[in-house]
T-cell receptor, first 111, second 113 residues
């Protein structure tokens, strides 16, 4: 176990809906990163949060947004869901730019 | 932009066979290199990493990897695999101090008892 917990583990949405995924970081970690892992692909960096501010972003549109809270937990929000958003969403926590510890992911299916 | 290639998509080995998984990256500057493993139904976990120094890196569970700068490669090896090594293996790279990792597409390893 890494101490990084994600919820929900599975969810199904329809096109156009909005989704919020949650992540609790490991104790002592102040940085949270989100990755999208499509079927048969490696994880792709969405963005990172440090001290409640976005601290780097990958090649994802603005409808992917996030938050980090004072306790370092984080949310990933995706608006206007598209079929291609179906994927495993991984949260990873770290202490600054140290080793990433991943959660087990939230599997999103968009119909 | 950086990218990582893992040419072996699925590798099937018998127990006690030797393993080598290929990883090549494209980036001309200094890089950090990683191998992650994802066992069935479990989270991604770090096997080993290279930041600098000795290009032969030893990780957990008997795995090692060699950084060959001239070939832009960081291949993963294990002299004798076990059934419990059945998993998906991901190579990843980033620049020192960067806040994101670039992952390869992964190699699925199946070890037959």
């Amino acid at each position: 176990e890494t101490g990084v917990t994600q919820s929900p583990t599975h969810l199904i949405k329809t096109r156009g809906q909005q989704v919020t995924l949650r992540c609790s970081s490991q104790s002592g970690h102040n940085t949270v990163s989100w990755y999208q892992q499509a079927l048969g692909q490696g994880p792709q960096f969405i963005f990172q949060y440090y001290r409640e501010e976005e601290n780097g972003r990958g090649n994802f549109p603005p409808r992917f947004s996030g938050l980090q809270f004072p306790n370092y937990s984080s949310e990933l929000n995706v608006n206007a869901l598209e079929l291609d958003d179906s994927a495993l969403y991984l949260c990873a926590s770290s202490y600054y730019t140290g080793e990433l510890f991943f959660g087990e992911g939230s599997r999103l299916t968009v119909l | 932009a950086q990218s990582v290639s893992q040419h072996n998509h699925h590798v099937i080995l018998s127990e006690a066979a030797s393993l080598e998984l290929g990883c090549n990256y494209s980036y001309g500057g200094t890089v950090n290199l990683f191998w992650y493993v994802q066992y069935p139904g479990q989270h991604l976990q770090l096997l080993l990493k290279y930041f600098s120094g000795d290009p032969l890196v030893k990780g957990i569970k008997g795995f090692e990897a060699e950084f060959i700068k001239s070939k832009f490669s960081f291949n993963l090896r294990k002299p004798s695999v076990q059934w419990s090594d059945t998993a998906e293996y991901f190579c990843a790279v980033n620049e020192p101090g960067a806040n994101n990792l670039f992952f390869g597409t992964g190699t699925r390893l199946t070890v037959i008892p």
